[in-house]
C-alpha cells in the first residue's frame, strides 16, 4: 500500500490518497464528517481491502472554506475524477453525517459515482456550519453550492431550547424542530436521492443523539421505492452518530452527544462493513 499527499498530485484535490492493489479497478472516496477530519484511518481500511482510496479533505484547507459553508458539490466531482484518471472504473462514496449529506448530494448529479454508503445520513440540506471562504459565518447560508448557486437548505429555528445528554448537548431535538417548520421550504431542500442512479447503502442508529439520522434513512428509503429504485438500509436502535467500522476507534466529541454505546456501534459498523465489502 503506497499513500500520496494529493495536493502535490492535483491542485484540485486535496487529502491523502491510498493505493490499493494494482489489479483493482474500485475507487473509494471517503469523506469525514462536520469535525474536518481528513478520515485517513477509514481510508487505509478500504485500501486494506483492496480498493484505491482517497481520504479527501473538502473543506478547511487552503483557497477551502473554512467552515461547511456553501461548499461547492464541484469538489466532489473533482475527486471522481482523480479516481477515475487513476484507473478507478467503480467509484463508491463513503460518506459520514455530513459527509454523507455530501455524497448523496454527489451522486444526485454524476452518474459515474456506483455506489454510496452513506453513514448517519440525512435526507435534506441543512445550513452553514462555521464560516464560508468570506470568513463571515452569519446570516445563515447554505451548506452547499452548485455552479456558484447555493442550495435550498432547512432554516435554523433560533427559538430552540438545548437539550442535554450526559453532560453535553444533543442537536437531535433541534434538528426535529427545524424539520417542522415551513414544510413548503423544507420540501424543497430535500436531497432528490431518485436522481441518484448509484445503490445506495445507508447506515444509521436509532439511538443517534445529534440528528434523527434513521428517521432521515427511512425517507430516503421511501423516496427511492417510490420512484423504483432499491436501498439497503442497515440500522441498530442501540446504536448512535458515531458508527465504527472493525478496528476503528474515533473518539467522541466532547462538545455534544452523539448518543448510542461503544459496543453498539461498533456492532452496526461490522454489520455495515460485511455488506460493504461484498461490494467491493
Known amino acids: 500500500m503506497v499513500t500520496y499527499d494529493v495536493e502535490q498530485l492535483e491542485g484540485k484535490v486535496r487529502g491523502a490518497f491510498f493505493k490499493g492493489i494494482a489489479s483493482s479497478r474500485t475507487g473509494v472516496l471517503v469523506l469525514g464528517g462536520s469535525s474536518g477530519r481528513v478520515d485517513t484511518g477509514r481510508a487505509g481500511l478500504f485500501s486494506h481491502a483492496g480498493a484505491h482510496t482517497l481520504a479527501l479533505q473538502w473543506f478547511g484547507g487552503t483557497n477551502q472554506s473554512p467552515g461547511i459553508c456553501e461548499v461547492p458539490l464541484e469538489t466532489f466531482i473533482d475527486a471522481v475524477d482523480f479516481l477515475i484518471s487513476r484507473g478507478c472504473e467503480r467509484i463508491v462514496l463513503v460518506g459520514t453525517s455530513k459527509g454523507a449529506e455530501a455524497a448523496l448530494l454527489a451522486s444526485t448529479i454524476d452518474p459515474r459515482i456506483n455506489v454510496v454508503v452513506a453513514v448517519s445520513p440525512s435526507s435534506v440540506v441543512w445550513g452553514n456550519i462555521g464560516a464560508g471562504v468570506d470568513g463571515i459565518a452569519w446570516p445563515e447560508r447554505s451548506s452547499w453550492s ?71 434513512a427511512r425517507k430516503i428509503v421511501q423516496s427511492r421505492r417510490a420512484h423504483g429504485r432499491s436501498t439497503r438500509l442497515i440500522f441498530d436502535k442501540n446504536a448512535g452518530h458515531r458508527v465504527l467500522f472493525p478496528g476503528e476507534t474515533t473518539p467522541r466529541s466532547v462538545l455534544h452527544a452523539h448518543g448510542g454505546t461503544d459496543e453498539a456501534d461498533a456492532l452496526l459498523g461490522q454489520e455495515a462493513w460485511r455488506a460493504i465489502a461484498t461490494m467491493l
Not at 179 to 206: F, H, M, W, Y
Open 146 to 216: 452548485l455552479d456558484h448557486t447555493p442550495l435550498v437548505f432547512v432554516p435554523a429555528d433560533l427559538s430552540w431550547q438545548k437539550e442535554y445528554r450526559n453532560g453535553l448537548v444533543s442537536y437531535r431535538s433541534f434538528f426535529e424542530k427545524c424539520l417542522a417548520n415551513d414544510p413548503q421550504t423544507n420540501s424543497r431542500a430535500r436531497i432528490q436521492v431518485e436522481k441518484s442512479t448509484a445503490d445506495l447503502v445507508l447506515v444509521a442508529g436509532g439511538d443517534d443523539a445529534l440528528w434523527p439520522s434513521y428517521d432521515f
